[in-house]
């Protein structure tokens, strides 16, 4: 089949309590990248797609063209407000054959299916983009944390018949495996042998959140807001939400790079030296968590602090919680196992701690010696001077 | 609202026996367990003995579980030599006190609680599941309403929904919060308990054979006293087991509060002695260095493979090193014969010594820590051990035999509850749970029974025995402290006349004299000094600190701790900072700061805390026990 | 006939426990050193499939895909919800299928399972590479409403319906419980979280009776197992195995180092070059790529 029958990349926006989730951003940004080098090297004109689901979400759309989308393809509805497997379904992979839909994209009248779809590896795209894979009878791979587009040359028992095949403008999904040590590539392949031909497209994946920066928001940025109107199987409509409860309210380490978690070292002043662990946070933009002990209310402080930093949902450790972090900052903490366990994870490790020969300090790949009254300060003052880039 | 007939309150191995009583008797009784797992929060010595008194009759064991229990329950070896060994440094006096184990006694089998218990739950649930019973874990009881106008009692839980008994038997160990609910006693104090400490060593069947001189299934146990008390009152034990040695201190707690130390440096007093590291020495592999150059990935894959290759040298070790195991591997058609498995067991050896840079060195492997209280009966027995229509049973009602070398729980525990059972189907049949009639009926019972009068006086032929194994010691020794009171003993003719009188004048007020330092440390120092042979150590077991004994352990953490301090400038509590045997406890800023995790549930902090069991499932979870 | 006809997908999986599994010298899995054992996740499916027996007296049938001592892993997942129909596709055939193929086997396995099935339960994801899909796959198939991340449920059998929790969890976001409420059939792929309910005395002594006679039953799991091959099971050949497969592994490289091996530089907190050094560290490990 033709080249033209897939084009474009569709994003699958994801919009929980009328705010985007910040993956879609990610991988509107990524998908922007991906494209403008994509036309660039094939001479083309092909779109990010951004398709939104939902309901009250019309303002949305012009956010999503500002962080890099060329067209927005939306579906508001009561029905759609909150995610619905069976319903979501079946309008995302409606809305990604809709002839007449791409005919106002661009102008092609051999458009079948999108060439590429991005969802995101969450609780919600991880299993949407499972089902509308299905639906539109295609590959997917998951949990993806590159991707490259390029042409390939395969030889392949089944896809090729053993021969080899130049496949053009083949997206290349990285997924990190099991062991942690490995990338394994994923490609979505037509089958090229004759006896079995079968067209699989999209060429999609899910993205693990966190991965891909977005593009810095262009207001200037312009493009057609699309509204599809979709309907509905009543049997579908069977399937209610009955009621959503928020259970967390409290810390949300996972949407931040950086944390920044003190310990018994705070004891020699501790509504100060919270004081300075707040400084530190801020500076970095990272949440606050607390070493075991702390939780259980060895100092005094005041009630307000103590009802923000001495509980429970911020002790990371075997009794709290596991995170992994780009960035953790160990402060006056002495690296018990208790601790370690829910902080080893991180990507990058700094201590601050007045002992050397304090656990923590095989635990760290940084270790500042000093007392953090002392260094503390310093530190903001040179991470001002550094502007450490750091977003949430 | 569901009802049942009786409830069970703990399934350890009393409570365990009253539901397999009750069912034996056709009664309807629901148990209830706190821990994941019957057996998973059960600690002892542990003997389980069957007893034959000259006078009165006991309920043992294998009346409870039938002959069933002899031909297949997992009992570790039957016990068949019983010797007490007087310590100092590196000299060491034995014993023999066989005759005084063998007094009265069908047989004395060690035990591991999780494996026996978990046995006794099986036979127990099938029985109670005929007549709508049987065993429910991980659920905690937290309160109990005696809805007086309905005539009912109401259990609720913190896992499940309320329900009403008609009778209650408490089984819930030492530490009973059913006890404390319904105000049937105060809380055990220090003068009335012991703490205990064990550890369980592995050690392949044939070496336990070997080495402790015994035929398959037959074993043997220790008692030592002198140095390795570290100036407390009470002492060790090292009991053989199928393929582990269990070894633990177990001391007067006031004695621990006067001169606090902390548990595991008693335990390992014990494992320092050059007799028992003798005892516990083994084959182990020791790990070199990881070169910490190599790529990441390079190191972890290297520590894996390391981890498997030792794993199944000691498995195949284990099983090549026991009659069973050789014959399994053999019939699973894995090895022709068992020289080929020892070929295997060799290359693996190999294998680790010279690609992963293993080495093989004498030393001990240590599998488990754990600690529990133990009542002394003849302090804490519960004189009525009922209120309303609860009857209390076991390590809950205060009951256990421990005079000089003889140490008894577990069979006491068993005895209660068949007569528990026994009142309660009573109560059951004329439905009447009045505590004139169920709750006296079986105080009558307990008190009728041959270990309460061991609790309560001395058996002046056990005491014969007793003396009749030290007659070797030098009188001297003995004589500048026991002097006329030993002689007077030592006689057949005055023996009955001298004990009829110490029983009168109070048993109670005898043991302070008994149970002192002279009889748990000094003498038995001057024992060995003077009789005592030497015994040279071959090396210096490596024992584990207690980071890495607690680290070892399973357990599944609660985020709210079980345990509340209500006093932190509590004197009390800061002696439990070093008695606590897991170290849960610190001072900070002069307040004695607990954190939980870590905690095996003991006990020993619970006099001036507000100490409740784990939410069900939660806390500590044996593999021994 | 029982009111509630269950099934379950499982997976055997490679058991990547410390002492269980080896690795290849290139860092792969050696899998022919490691030991296979029930995936975790399905382990928690047939939990959650237990629930219905215990509650509702449900029939269940257990159903997987793979090699012949994957009956291993039926066994064990007989064990722990007292299964009465074990089923194993195994065909050479189904070698190398990818997400959307094994689907395709486990959809035309469970028609074919005794009773209308009413609900399949199904692990949150294998922990060898299969990340989640084959569980909605297989029920976009079935045409049965997924339900993903569910961490309770129950059902109403005179209305022929399920209450489920499920779980939602978005980056930046509050976890967030919803309750939703589906016609039978559905599918649903159970939530690492998942943990039943069992409130009642009563409910918890039939618990025991069940666990009872599933170690009865998984000790003679032979006498409950079908085994298919494709012919057997009547797929088309065009959809299973590696025809059936859109996607391929095209390589498999090292992740270029990521993390750092915590060999601690030590900096003087009160010397400012150091600080600076510290801070240009901190801000290269932020600035690089994550890898999870």
């Known amino acids: 089949m033709s080249d033209n029958n897939y084009q474009h990349l569709y994003v699958v926006i994801e919009v929980q309590d009328d705010k985007i989730v910040p993956v879609s951003l990610e991988m509107l940004g990524e998908a922007r990248r991906l494209i403008d080098s994509f036309n660039k090297k094939y001479q083309s004109n092909e779109k990010v797609v951004a398709i939104l689901l939902g309901h009250n979400i019309k303002e949305i759309c012009n956010t999503l063209i500002e962080y890099g989308a060329d067209v927005i393809v939306y579906a508001d509805s009561h029905e759609l407000k909150n995610y619905r497997n069976n319903i979501y379904t079946k309008t995302i992979s409606q809305i990604a054959q809709d002839e007449k839909l791409s005919a106002q994209i661009s102008p092609s009248s051999k458009f079948k299916k999108p060439r590429y779809m991005f969802f995101a590896a969450d609780s919600i795209g991880r299993h949407l983009s499972s089902t509308v894979l299905v639906a539109l009878d295609s590959g997917l791979a998951s949990d993806i944390n590159k991707l490259e587009i390029s042409d390939l040359k395969i030889t392949h028992q089944h896809k090729t018949d053993g021969k080899p095949v130049t496949y053009e403008k083949t997206l290349e999904m990285y997924r990190p495996d099991f062991s942690g040590f490995l990338w394994t590539t994923i490609l979505c392949l037509d089958n090229k042998n004759p006896q079995i031909e079968r067209d699989y497209h999209p060429q999609s994946c899910s993205i693990i959140p966190g991965v891909f920066e977005p593009i810095a928001p262009d207001k200037g940025r312009k493009g057609p807001i699309i509204e599809y109107m979709p309907t509905f199987d009543q049997n579908d409509l069977r399937v209610k939400i009955l009621s959503r409860q928020v259970i967390r309210s409290g810390v949300d380490f996972d949407s931040y790079k950086t944390v920044v978690s003190f310990g018994r070292g705070i004891k020699d002043a501790p509504e100060q030296n919270i004081k300075l662990v707040e400084q530190l946070a801020k500076t970095l933009n990272a949440e606050i968590g607390v070493s075991l002990p702390i939780s259980k209310k060895p100092f005094v402080v005041s009630e307000n602090v103590s009802s923000k930093y001495m509980i429970s949902d911020r002790v990371i450790g075997t009794s709290g919680r596991r995170i992994s972090p780009m960035l953790y900052v160990a402060v006056g903490i ?48 040179e991470i001002k001077q550094q502007s450490l880039a750091v977003n949430a | 609202m569901e009802k049942y007939d009786v409830a069970i309150i703990g399934g350890g191995s009393a409570g365990l026996a009253a539901l397999k009583q009750l069912s034996n008797l056709g009664k309807q009784a629901v148990l209830l367990e706190a821990g994941n797992k019957i057996g998973s929060k059960n600690v002892s010595g542990g003997i389980l003995y069957s007893k034959r008194p000259k006078k009165g009759h006991v309920h043992n064991v294998e009346d409870v579980y039938g002959d069933i229990f002899l031909s297949e329950a997992p009992f570790e070896r039957k016990i068949t030599k019983y010797i007490l060994h007087s310590t100092s440094k590196d000299k060491v006096y034995s014993i023999d006190l066989t005759a005084a184990h063998e007094y009265e006694s069908n047989f004395g089998y060690s035990v591991l609680m999780n494996k026996l218990n978990g046995w006794f739950a099986e036979q127990a649930a099938e029985s109670a599941q005929r007549f709508g019973g049987g065993i429910i874990s991980g659920v905690r009881v937290n309160s109990i309403e005696w809805d007086e106008k309905n005539d009912r009692t109401i259990i609720r839980t913190d896992e499940l929904e309320e329900f009403e008994v008609k009778a209650i038997i408490a089984a819930d160990g030492v530490n009973s919060e059913v006890a404390q609910i319904s105000g049937a006693r105060p809380k055990f104090t220090p003068e009335q308990l012991y703490q205990g400490v064990k550890v369980v060593v592995k050690l392949p069947e044939d070496v336990i054979n070997t080495r402790f001189n015994l035929i398959p299934d037959e074993g043997i146990a220790h008692l030592f006293a002198g140095d390795i008390t570290l100036n407390h009152i009470g002492g060790g034990f090292l009991y053989t087991n199928k393929d582990t040695l269990s070894i633990g201190a177990v001391y007067h707690f006031d004695s621990l509060l006067a001169n606090p130390t902390e548990p595991y440096t008693l335990v390992n007093s014990l494992l320092k002695n050059p007799m028992i590291s003798e005892f516990i020495k083994d084959e182990v592999p020791t790990r070199g260095k990881i070169d910490k150059n190599l790529p990441q990935e390079e190191q972890i894959r290297n520590r894996f493979a390391i981890t498997k290759l030792i794993k199944s040298w000691r498995e195949l070790r284990e099983a090549y090193l026991s009659q069973k195991g050789k014959n399994d591997l053999l019939k699973s058609g894995k090895y022709q014969s068992v020289d080929e498995i020892k070929e295997q067991l060799d290359s693996i050896h190999n294998q680790l010594t010279q690609k992963y840079d293993v080495s093989f060195v004498t030393d001990y492997v240590e599998v488990e820590y754990s600690a529990k209280l133990v009542p002394d009966g003849k302090r804490c027995r519960m004189l009525k051990p009922y209120n309303k229509n609860i009857l209390f049973i076991g390590d809950a009602a205060g009951r256990g035999v421990f005079v000089g070398p003889r140490i008894e729980g577990l069979n006491i525990g068993i005895d209660d509850a068949f007569r528990a059972a026994e009142a309660v189907a009573r109560a059951l049949d004329k439905n009447n749970f009045d505590p004139n009639y169920l709750g006296e009926y079986y105080a009558t019972s307990v008190d009728e029974s041959p270990y309460t009068r061991d609790m309560k006086q001395i058996d002046k032929d056990y005491l014969k025995i007793f003396l009749d194994a030290t007659k070797d010691i030098p009188s001297d020794i003995i004589s500048t402290r026991y002097g006329a009171v030993l002689k007077l003993m030592s006689s057949d003719t005055f023996r009955s006349v001298a004990v009829k009188f110490a029983n009168i004048l109070g048993y109670e007020r005898l043991l302070p004299m008994v149970e002192s330092e002279d009889t748990y440390v000094k003498v038995p120092i001057e024992i060995a000094k003077r009789l005592g042979k030497t015994i040279q150590p071959t090396y210096t077991p490596s024992i584990p600190s207690i980071a890495d004994r607690v680290a070892k352990l399973n357990f599944n953490d609660d985020n709210n701790s079980h345990i509340k301090v209500t006093n932190p400038q509590s004197e009390f509590l800061k002696k439990i900072i070093t008695l606590c045997p897991t170290k849960c406890y610190s001072l900070e800023n002069q307040q004695v700061m607990l954190q939980h995790e870590g905690c095996i549930e003991c006990g020993t902090c619970s006099q001036e805390t507000d100490w409740k069991h784990p939410r069900g499932e939660k806390g500590v979870v044996y593999q021994y026990g | 006939m029982s009111d509630l006809n269950v099934a379950i997908v499982i997976k055997l999986e490679p058991d990547f426990s410390e002492g269980n599994v080896s690795y290849n010298p290139d860092g792969t899995l050696n899998r022919a050193e490691t030991k296979n054992t029930l995936g975790p996740h399905s382990a928690i499916a047939a939990h959650a499939a237990f629930y219905s027996k215990v509650m509702y007296d ?203 091996t915590r060999q601690a530089e030590i900096l003087d907190g009160s010397n400012q070059e150091d600080l600076r050094k510290a801070v240009a560290k901190m801000k290269e490990a932020l600035s690089a790529m994550v890898i999870k």
Not at chain 3, 153 to 173: C, H, N, P
Not at chain 3, 198 to 210: A, D, G, P
């Open chain 3, 58 to 260: 449900a029939k269940i049938s257990i159903g997987t895909m793979g090699p012949p001592i994957a009956d291993s892993s039926l066994q064990m997942a007989q064990r722990i919800c007292d299964a009465e129909e074990l089923h194993l596709y195994s065909d050479r055939i189904f070698a190398g299928a990818d997400t959307l193929a094994t689907a395709e086997v486990l959809k035309t396995g469970i028609e074919k399972m005794q009773g209308k099935i009413d609900i399949v339960f199904a692990g949150h994801r294998a922990s060898d590479g299969e990340t989640g899909q084959t569980g909605p796959q297989t029920a976009w198939k079935l045409g049965f409403t997924f339900l993903g991340n569910v961490i309770d449920y129950k059902v109403d059998l005179k209305e022929r319906t399920v209450i489920a929790k499920r779980m939602v969890s978005l980056q930046g976001f509050n976890d967030i419980v919803e309750e939703i409420e589906a016609p039978l059939p559905v599918f649903i792929s159970v939530d690492p979280a998942y943990k039943a309910n069992f409130n009642t005395v009563l409910q918890r002594l039939s618990l025991e009776k069940y666990k009872k006679e599933a170690k009865i039953r998984s000790d003679n799991y032979k006498h409950y197992l079908k085994v298919f091959n494709a012919q057997q099971l009547g797929v088309d050949l065009k959809f299973v195995g590696l025809l059936g497969s859109p996607t391929i592994v095209y390589k498999v490289e090292r992740i270029p180092k990521g993390k750092a």
């Open chain 1, 334 to 381: 002495s690296g018990a196992m208790q601790h370690v366990v829910g902080m080893q994870d991180s990507r990058f490790i700094v201590a601050i701690n007045p002992d050397e020969n304090s656990p923590i300090k095989d635990e760290c790949d940084v270790f500042i010696k000093g007392r953090m009254e002392d260094v503390i300060p310093k530190l903001v003052e």
